[in-house]
Every structure is written in structure tokens, then in C-alpha cells.
């Protein structure tokens, strides 16, 4: 039976490599959110390629409830059941509280936190109609080991796995709810971080020695820990936040 994958930062990195990958894991309707008209373009191409259907959702999640409402009117006619939503859509500021600014703030909040939890109530009725549904969140290690200069962010990504936590609880057994805690992973996200190719270049040795396994993160390495997490193989997994991390946590 064909599933449907509801993913948000389809555009980019972690999101566009989870919808490349979708049809592999029985997936054949993918709902694709983010801002970016060209990413989500791209984006498509790839599924189509593999002989999926792609619809893109470009929606700026900043905007809070007026965006959940797209998404969701937007599956009309497309699916009337989703059997995976992936919040995987976020931000993050990296400067220090002094020049944290309420904008930044709310931004942050309702992109990495409000926009996960509001877009799983919104979908809560087309998974209903799903065999197996299941939520899968994107949280991160710095919810558990912070660094400094990004406190709204490593706040946010605590909120996600509480959450998470709740959730399954509140939804279980119908639908199942977890998270993917990912270290250090190659994505534009963390390419930002440095002015730099060759600023990036110089930082490595320094980052890839902080993860045991002794390299950073693919978009692979998370994309199969999220489809491994939404198979019936996982069935039993609820409330779970999984460290994706090369053994970053243990250190
Ligand atoms: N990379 C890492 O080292 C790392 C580590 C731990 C956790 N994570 C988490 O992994 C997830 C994916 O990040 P990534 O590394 O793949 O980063 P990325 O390549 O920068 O992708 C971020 C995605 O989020 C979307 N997005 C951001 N703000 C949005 C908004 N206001 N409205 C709609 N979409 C928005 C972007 O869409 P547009 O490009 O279209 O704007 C993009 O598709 C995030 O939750 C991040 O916090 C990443």
C-alpha cells in the first residue's frame, strides 16, 4: 500500500535527502515544505526521478499558524492520510544572549519548536486514516550537551524532546512518536557557521575529534535513523529522543 511522508525542510540538507530517499522505504507521496522555490524544485526532481509524487509546500514556517494551515490544506486532494511527518525544518542563530534580539528569539521558537507541535496536531487527522503512523523529530545533541552562542536554538531542541516525549505518550497506540538527536552533520546548516571554505576546512580535525567515530555526519546517517524509527521493524520504539552522533553524547 503507498505511504505518505509529510516532511518539513525539504528544500536543504537532512529534509531534501529524507524525500530523495523516501520512495526506497515504500514512500510514493512526498509533501515537501520550505521556503526556498529553487531547493524544493530540486527537491522534486529527485523523487520524481524515482517515480514518486512531490508536492513542494513553500511556506515560510516564521509565520506561525497562517503556514500550518498551507500545509495542511495543501494535502487536499494530494493524500487524505499521512503515515510519516518529519519536523525536520529549523534555524539557528549563533551569537551570544547580549545580541540575542525577541525577533531572533521568536523565530527560533516557532520554527525549531511551535511549528513541529502545531504541524503534528494539524496532521493528527489524516493519521488517523494511516495504518501505522508515526512522527519523527529532528532534535539535536545540543539539547543534552550545550555550547555556548546558541542558546535559543540548544533551548528549542530540549523543548523538541520533551515533546517528544509527551506526545507518545498522549497519542500512543495509534501513533508513534520519537526523535533523532544528530552531532555535527554536513549540511548547509552547519557550512554557515564559517565565513569560509577554507575556514571550514581548517575547523575539521578540531570537529570530526569531538565524535568518537571520528568524522562527522552524513544526511544518510540521519535519514536512515528516521526511516529505520517510522518502520514497523521500530514498532515498539515510542517516546524515544535516538543520539545520531558518531558517540558524541558519551564523551
Ligand atoms: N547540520 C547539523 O549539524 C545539525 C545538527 C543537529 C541537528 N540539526 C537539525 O537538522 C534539521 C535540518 O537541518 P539541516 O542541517 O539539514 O539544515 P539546512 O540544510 O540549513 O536545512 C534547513 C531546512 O529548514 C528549512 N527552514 C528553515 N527555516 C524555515 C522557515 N522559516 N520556514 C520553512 N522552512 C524553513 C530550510 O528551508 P529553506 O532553505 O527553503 O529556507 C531548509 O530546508 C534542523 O532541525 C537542524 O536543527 C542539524
Not at 4 to 31: D, M, N, P, W
Not at 50 to 67: I, M, R, T, Y
Not at 171 to 177: E, F, H, M, S, T
Not at 180 to 187: I, L, W
Request: aromatic fraction near 6%.
Amino acid at each position: 500500500m503507498e505511504k505518505t511522508l509529510v516532511v518539513t525542510g525539504a528544500s536543504s540538507g537532512i529534509g531534501k535527502r529524507i524525500c530523495e530517499l523516501s520512495g526506497q522505504y515504500g514512500f510514493s507521496k512526498v509533501v515537501g515544505v520550505g521556503r526556498s522555490a529553487e531547493g524544493l524544485a530540486k527537491t522534486k526532481s529527485k523523487v520524481e526521478d524515482q517515480g514518486g509524487e512531490f508536492l513542494g509546500v513553500q511556506v515560510d514556517l516564521a509565520n506561525g499558524k497562517n503556514s500550518i494551515e498551507l500545509i495542511a490544506k495543501s494535502l487536499e486532494g494530494f493524500s487524505n492520510k499521512v503515515d510519516l511527518v518529519v519536523n525536520n525544518a529549523g534555524v539557528l542563530h549563533e551569537k551570544p544572549i547580549e545580541e540575542v534580539s525577541w525577533d531572533n528569539w521568536k523565530e527560533s521558537m516557532t520554527v525549531n519548536l511551535a511549528g513541529p507541535y502545531f504541524l503534528t496536531q494539524a496532521m493528527l487527522p489524516f493519521m488517523r486514516n494511516a495504518k501505522n503512523p508515526v512522527v519523527v523529530n529532528i532534535s539535536s545533541t545540543l539539547a543534552k550537551k550545550p555550547i555556548p552562542n546558541t542558546s535559543v536554538y540548544n533551548i528549542a531542541k530540549a523543548g523538541i524532546n520533551m515533546m517528544t516525549q509527551t506526545l507518545a505518550l498522549e497519542l500512543a497506540p495509534k501513533v508513534r512518536v520519537n526523535a533523532v538527536m544528530p552531532a555535527v552533520v554536513n549540511t548547509p546548516m552547519y557550512q554557515k557557521r564559517f565565513a569560509t571554505t577554507e575556514e571550514m576546512k581548517a575547523a575539521m580535525p578540531d570537529i570530526e575529534s569531538i565524535h568518537p567515530m571520528g568524522r562527522i555526519g552524513s544526511v544518510d546517517d540521519i535519514a536512515k535513523a528516521v526511516f529505520f524509527l517510522s518502520s514497523n521493524d521500530a514498532g515498539w520504539i515510542t517516546g524515544t529522543v535516538l543520539p545520531v552522533d558518531g558517540g558524541m553524547l558519551v564523551t
